[in-house]
Protein backbone atom coordinates (compact mmCIF):
# COMPACT_ATOMS: atom_id res chain seq x y z
CA UNK A 1 0.00 0.00 0.00
CA UNK A 2 1.11 3.31 -0.34
CA UNK A 3 3.26 5.20 1.96
CA UNK A 4 6.36 7.61 2.64
CA UNK A 5 9.49 5.45 3.72
CA UNK A 6 11.62 2.79 2.35
CA UNK A 7 9.72 -0.03 3.85
CA UNK A 8 6.41 0.43 1.99
CA UNK A 9 8.40 -0.01 -1.20
CA UNK A 10 10.68 -3.08 -0.16
CA UNK A 11 8.19 -6.32 -0.11
CA UNK A 12 8.02 -8.19 -2.74
CA UNK A 13 5.09 -9.66 -4.48
CA UNK A 14 5.30 -13.42 -2.24
CA UNK A 15 5.83 -11.59 0.76
CA UNK A 16 3.01 -9.33 0.03
CA UNK A 17 0.70 -12.40 -1.51
CA UNK A 18 2.11 -14.76 1.75
CA UNK A 19 1.43 -11.34 4.12
CA UNK A 20 -2.40 -11.18 2.76
CA UNK A 21 -3.47 -14.88 2.89
CA UNK A 22 -2.02 -15.21 6.86
CA UNK A 23 -3.37 -11.42 7.76
CA UNK A 24 -6.96 -12.37 5.96
CA UNK A 25 -6.46 -16.06 8.08
CA UNK A 26 -5.94 -14.26 11.17
CA UNK A 27 -8.98 -11.00 10.54
CA UNK A 28 -11.17 -14.60 9.85
CA UNK A 29 -10.33 -16.45 12.91
CA UNK A 30 -11.10 -13.14 15.56
CA UNK A 31 -14.92 -12.08 13.33
CA UNK A 32 -16.20 -15.27 11.95
CA UNK A 33 -19.00 -15.02 14.94
CA UNK A 34 -19.55 -11.47 13.29
CA UNK A 35 -19.68 -13.26 9.29
CA UNK A 36 -22.00 -16.00 10.49
CA UNK A 37 -24.23 -13.47 12.32
CA UNK A 38 -24.35 -11.33 9.01
CA UNK A 39 -25.41 -14.85 6.63
CA UNK A 40 -27.66 -15.66 9.39
CA UNK A 41 -29.68 -12.44 8.90
CA UNK A 42 -29.13 -12.14 5.26
CA UNK A 43 -30.92 -15.61 4.72
CA UNK A 44 -33.90 -15.00 7.16
CA UNK A 45 -37.10 -14.22 5.56
CA UNK A 46 -36.09 -15.91 1.94
CA UNK A 47 -38.10 -19.05 1.74
CA UNK A 48 -41.34 -17.70 2.88
CA UNK A 49 -42.58 -14.27 4.33
CA UNK A 50 -43.03 -14.54 8.36
CA UNK A 51 -46.85 -14.79 9.37
CA UNK A 52 -48.09 -12.04 10.95
CA UNK A 53 -47.34 -11.01 14.65
CA UNK A 54 -44.88 -14.37 14.72
CA UNK A 55 -41.07 -12.67 15.48
CA UNK A 56 -37.87 -12.90 13.48
CA UNK A 57 -35.83 -15.92 14.99
CA UNK A 58 -33.11 -13.74 14.52
CA UNK A 59 -33.10 -9.69 15.40
CA UNK A 60 -29.69 -7.71 15.40
CA UNK A 61 -26.00 -9.09 15.21
CA UNK A 62 -25.29 -9.85 18.87
CA UNK A 63 -29.07 -11.39 19.57
CA UNK A 64 -28.09 -13.18 16.59
CA UNK A 65 -25.16 -14.65 18.36
CA UNK A 66 -27.03 -15.12 21.54
CA UNK A 67 -29.70 -17.07 19.91
CA UNK A 68 -26.82 -19.35 18.12
CA UNK A 69 -25.63 -20.09 20.93
CA UNK A 70 -28.56 -20.65 22.91
CA UNK A 71 -30.18 -22.76 20.42
CA UNK A 72 -27.55 -24.36 18.56
CA UNK A 73 -24.05 -24.22 21.13
CA UNK A 74 -21.37 -21.85 20.58
CA UNK A 75 -19.46 -23.78 18.16
CA UNK A 76 -21.46 -23.23 15.17
CA UNK A 77 -20.83 -19.53 15.34
CA UNK A 78 -17.61 -21.11 13.77
CA UNK A 79 -19.32 -23.90 11.07
CA UNK A 80 -17.65 -22.94 7.99
CA UNK A 81 -14.31 -21.89 9.80
CA UNK A 82 -12.52 -24.16 7.44
CA UNK A 83 -13.41 -22.93 4.15
CA UNK A 84 -13.09 -19.53 5.44
CA UNK A 85 -9.35 -20.22 5.97
CA UNK A 86 -9.36 -21.88 2.87
CA UNK A 87 -10.80 -18.81 1.13
CA UNK A 88 -8.88 -16.38 2.79
CA UNK A 89 -5.47 -18.34 1.35
CA UNK A 90 -6.83 -18.24 -2.03
CA UNK A 91 -8.47 -14.98 -1.69
CA UNK A 92 -6.66 -12.31 0.17
CA UNK A 93 -3.39 -13.21 -1.13
CA UNK A 94 -4.25 -12.58 -4.57
CA UNK A 95 -6.82 -9.86 -4.11
CA UNK A 96 -4.55 -7.93 -1.52
CA UNK A 97 -1.05 -9.10 -2.33
CA UNK A 98 -1.10 -8.33 -5.96
CA UNK A 99 -2.98 -5.27 -5.86
CA UNK A 100 0.37 -3.38 -5.43
CA UNK A 101 1.86 -5.17 -8.21
CA UNK A 102 -1.15 -4.72 -10.83
CA UNK A 103 -1.42 -0.82 -10.18
CA UNK A 104 1.84 -0.47 -11.00
CA UNK A 105 1.62 -2.54 -13.90
CA UNK A 106 -1.59 -0.47 -14.80
CA UNK A 107 0.46 2.94 -13.93
CA UNK A 108 3.69 1.67 -15.92
CA UNK A 109 5.95 2.36 -13.10
CA UNK A 110 4.44 5.95 -12.59
CA UNK A 111 5.42 7.34 -9.38
CA UNK A 112 1.59 8.62 -8.37
CA UNK A 113 -1.16 6.29 -9.83
CA UNK A 114 -4.05 8.16 -10.50
CA UNK A 115 -7.91 7.12 -9.41
CA UNK A 116 -9.06 5.43 -12.38
CA UNK A 117 -5.36 3.11 -12.16
CA UNK A 118 -6.08 2.22 -8.63
CA UNK A 119 -9.65 1.40 -9.11
CA UNK A 120 -8.83 -0.59 -12.19
CA UNK A 121 -6.08 -2.81 -10.28
CA UNK A 122 -8.58 -3.40 -7.46
CA UNK A 123 -11.14 -4.67 -9.49
CA UNK A 124 -9.04 -6.55 -11.55
CA UNK A 125 -7.12 -8.60 -8.53
CA UNK A 126 -11.00 -8.96 -7.25
CA UNK A 127 -12.02 -10.83 -10.22
CA UNK A 128 -8.83 -12.92 -10.19
CA UNK A 129 -9.65 -13.70 -6.35
CA UNK A 130 -12.83 -15.06 -7.08
CA UNK A 131 -11.93 -17.30 -10.13
CA UNK A 132 -9.78 -18.45 -7.62
CA UNK A 133 -11.51 -18.98 -4.77
CA UNK A 134 -15.16 -18.97 -5.53
CA UNK A 135 -15.71 -22.82 -4.43
CA UNK A 136 -14.63 -21.93 -0.82
CA UNK A 137 -17.05 -19.32 -0.73
CA UNK A 138 -19.66 -21.27 -1.28
CA UNK A 139 -19.34 -24.19 0.99
CA UNK A 140 -18.45 -21.36 3.33
CA UNK A 141 -21.95 -19.51 3.51
CA UNK A 142 -23.57 -22.80 3.26
CA UNK A 143 -21.95 -23.92 6.60
CA UNK A 144 -23.00 -20.16 8.12
CA UNK A 145 -26.46 -20.62 7.13
CA UNK A 146 -27.23 -24.39 8.16
CA UNK A 147 -29.10 -24.45 11.00
CA UNK A 148 -28.46 -27.56 13.34
CA UNK A 149 -31.18 -28.18 16.14
CA UNK A 150 -31.61 -31.89 15.96
CA UNK A 151 -34.50 -31.59 18.91
CA UNK A 152 -36.94 -29.16 16.16
CA UNK A 153 -36.13 -31.90 13.33
CA UNK A 154 -33.39 -29.87 11.85
CA UNK A 155 -30.50 -31.39 10.68
CA UNK A 156 -26.92 -30.21 9.06
CA UNK A 157 -27.11 -29.94 4.86
CA UNK A 158 -23.14 -31.02 5.17
CA UNK A 159 -21.35 -32.86 7.72
CA UNK A 160 -18.33 -31.44 7.26
CA UNK A 161 -16.07 -29.68 4.67
CA UNK A 162 -14.36 -32.08 2.69
CA UNK A 163 -18.08 -33.62 2.62
CA UNK A 164 -19.25 -30.23 1.69
CA UNK A 165 -16.95 -29.86 -1.43
CA UNK A 166 -17.91 -33.36 -2.34
CA UNK A 167 -21.75 -33.28 -2.02
CA UNK A 168 -21.98 -29.83 -4.29
CA UNK A 169 -19.55 -31.18 -7.05
CA UNK A 170 -21.61 -34.79 -7.10
CA UNK A 171 -25.64 -33.11 -7.27
CA UNK A 172 -24.86 -29.72 -8.42
CA UNK A 173 -21.77 -30.58 -10.79
CA UNK A 174 -18.76 -28.23 -10.69
CA UNK A 175 -21.10 -25.45 -12.02
CA UNK A 176 -22.49 -25.86 -8.50
CA UNK A 177 -18.98 -24.71 -7.02
CA UNK A 178 -19.06 -21.58 -8.92
CA UNK A 179 -22.53 -20.69 -8.21
CA UNK A 180 -22.76 -16.96 -8.00
CA UNK A 181 -19.18 -16.46 -9.45
CA UNK A 182 -20.41 -13.47 -11.95
CA UNK A 183 -22.68 -12.15 -9.21
CA UNK A 184 -19.15 -11.88 -6.63
CA UNK A 185 -17.22 -10.75 -9.35
CA UNK A 186 -19.25 -8.18 -8.89
CA UNK A 187 -19.14 -7.85 -5.83
CA UNK A 188 -15.92 -8.36 -5.05
CA UNK A 189 -14.88 -5.53 -7.29
CA UNK A 190 -17.01 -3.31 -5.54
CA UNK A 191 -15.27 -4.31 -2.63
CA UNK A 192 -12.16 -4.07 -3.49
CA UNK A 193 -12.32 -0.41 -4.83
CA UNK A 194 -13.89 0.91 -2.20
CA UNK A 195 -11.74 -1.47 0.82
CA UNK A 196 -8.34 -1.28 -1.28
CA UNK A 197 -8.71 1.88 -3.16
CA UNK A 198 -9.93 4.10 -0.05
CA UNK A 199 -7.31 2.49 3.06
CA UNK A 200 -4.27 3.15 0.30
CA UNK A 201 -5.66 6.74 -0.14
CA UNK A 202 -6.62 7.52 3.25
CA UNK A 203 -3.11 5.86 4.35
CA UNK A 204 -1.35 7.68 1.72
CA UNK A 205 -2.72 11.33 2.54
CA UNK A 206 -2.40 10.97 6.66
CA UNK A 207 1.33 10.04 5.70
CA UNK A 208 1.91 12.88 3.17
CA UNK A 209 0.36 15.76 5.36
CA UNK A 210 2.13 14.25 8.07
CA UNK A 211 -0.88 13.80 10.74
CA UNK A 212 0.50 10.03 11.61
CA UNK A 213 3.91 8.36 11.10
CA UNK A 214 3.29 4.89 9.69
CA UNK A 215 1.78 3.25 12.11
CA UNK A 216 -0.48 1.05 13.95
CA UNK A 217 -2.83 4.36 14.49
CA UNK A 218 -2.82 5.24 10.78
CA UNK A 219 -3.31 1.82 9.61
CA UNK A 220 -6.26 1.27 12.01
CA UNK A 221 -7.32 4.49 11.08
CA UNK A 222 -7.28 4.15 7.74
CA UNK A 223 -8.45 0.64 7.86
CA UNK A 224 -11.55 1.66 10.02
CA UNK A 225 -12.38 3.96 6.99
CA UNK A 226 -12.18 1.49 4.48
CA UNK A 227 -14.57 -1.48 6.20
CA UNK A 228 -17.51 1.87 6.73
CA UNK A 229 -17.49 2.96 2.98
CA UNK A 230 -17.14 -0.82 1.89
CA UNK A 231 -19.67 -2.06 3.61
CA UNK A 232 -22.51 0.89 2.45
CA UNK A 233 -21.22 0.56 -1.00
CA UNK A 234 -21.20 -3.46 -1.29
CA UNK A 235 -24.42 -4.34 1.03
CA UNK A 236 -27.15 -4.79 -1.50
CA UNK A 237 -24.92 -6.72 -4.08
CA UNK A 238 -23.47 -8.92 -0.53
CA UNK A 239 -27.01 -9.96 0.60
CA UNK A 240 -28.01 -11.43 -3.17
CA UNK A 241 -24.69 -13.05 -3.43
CA UNK A 242 -25.52 -14.86 0.18
CA UNK A 243 -29.41 -15.56 -1.10
CA UNK A 244 -27.85 -16.95 -4.34
CA UNK A 245 -25.23 -19.05 -3.22
CA UNK A 246 -27.01 -20.63 -0.28
CA UNK A 247 -30.23 -21.59 -2.73
CA UNK A 248 -31.32 -25.10 -3.41
CA UNK A 249 -30.70 -25.40 -7.18
CA UNK A 250 -34.00 -23.89 -8.80
CA UNK A 251 -35.03 -21.55 -6.56
CA UNK A 252 -33.91 -18.53 -8.12
CA UNK A 253 -33.54 -18.42 -12.03
CA UNK A 254 -30.42 -16.56 -11.69
CA UNK A 255 -28.56 -13.83 -9.97
CA UNK A 256 -31.21 -10.98 -11.35
CA UNK A 257 -34.03 -13.43 -10.51
CA UNK A 258 -32.79 -13.80 -7.02
CA UNK A 259 -32.66 -9.93 -6.52
CA UNK A 260 -35.99 -9.04 -8.11
CA UNK A 261 -37.50 -11.90 -5.78
CA UNK A 262 -36.13 -10.05 -2.84
CA UNK A 263 -37.14 -6.86 -3.95
CA UNK A 264 -41.25 -7.74 -4.48
CA UNK A 265 -41.16 -10.24 -1.69
CA UNK A 266 -39.45 -8.26 0.98
CA UNK A 267 -38.43 -4.68 -0.15
CA UNK A 268 -36.04 -2.31 -0.35
CA UNK A 269 -34.96 -2.82 3.06
CA UNK A 270 -33.66 -6.60 2.14
CA UNK A 271 -30.61 -5.72 0.35
CA UNK A 272 -29.33 -4.00 3.65
CA UNK A 273 -30.66 -6.98 5.72
CA UNK A 274 -27.40 -7.87 8.44
CA UNK A 275 -25.77 -3.90 7.38
CA UNK A 276 -25.01 -3.56 11.15
CA UNK A 277 -23.48 -6.78 11.51
CA UNK A 278 -21.56 -6.26 7.86
CA UNK A 279 -20.32 -2.74 9.68
CA UNK A 280 -19.12 -4.75 12.45
CA UNK A 281 -17.53 -7.20 10.89
CA UNK A 282 -16.45 -5.67 7.81
CA UNK A 283 -14.90 -2.38 9.94
CA UNK A 284 -13.41 -5.05 12.50
CA UNK A 285 -12.19 -7.34 9.97
CA UNK A 286 -10.33 -4.45 8.10
CA UNK A 287 -8.70 -3.04 11.26
CA UNK A 288 -7.39 -6.70 11.63
CA UNK A 289 -6.36 -7.54 8.81
CA UNK A 290 -4.85 -4.39 7.51
CA UNK A 291 -2.69 -3.74 11.00
CA UNK A 292 -2.28 -7.96 10.41
CA UNK A 293 -0.71 -7.53 7.25
CA UNK A 294 1.14 -3.96 7.82
CA UNK A 295 3.17 -5.81 10.93
CA UNK A 296 3.49 -9.43 9.37
CA UNK A 297 5.52 -7.45 5.82
CA UNK A 298 7.46 -6.03 8.40
CA UNK A 299 8.27 -9.43 10.35
CA UNK A 300 8.96 -11.49 6.49
CA UNK A 301 11.28 -8.84 5.70
CA UNK A 302 13.45 -9.05 9.02
CA UNK A 303 12.30 -5.50 10.44
CA UNK A 304 10.50 -5.23 14.28
CA UNK A 305 7.23 -5.10 13.34
CA UNK A 306 6.24 -3.20 16.29
CA UNK A 307 9.63 -0.88 16.02
CA UNK A 308 7.14 2.20 14.22
CA UNK A 309 4.25 1.47 16.77
Same mark, same amino acid.
Given at each position: ????????????????????????????????????????????????????????????????????? !?? #??????????????? !????????? @???????????????????????????????????????????????????????????????? *??? #?????????????????????? @????? @????????????????????????????????????????????? *?????????? &????????????????????? #??? *??????? &?????????????????? #????????????? *???
Amino acid at each position: MAGGSAADLGPTAVVKVFSAGTAGCVADLVTFPLDTAKVRLQVQGESKALPKGQKAAYRGVFGTIITIV !RT #EGPRNLYNGLLAGLH !RQMCFASVR @IGLYDTMKQLYAHGAENPGLGTRLLAGSTTGAMAVAFAQPTDVVKVRFQAQVHQPENGSVKRYS *STT #EAYRTIARVEGLKGLWKGCLLN @IARNA @IVNCSELVTYDIIKEQILKNKLMTDNMPCHFTAAFAAGFCTTVVA *SPVDVVKTRF &MNSVPGQYGGAANCALTMLLK #EGP *SAFYKGF &MPSFLRLGSWNIVMFVSY #EQIQRAVQGNDPF *SLM
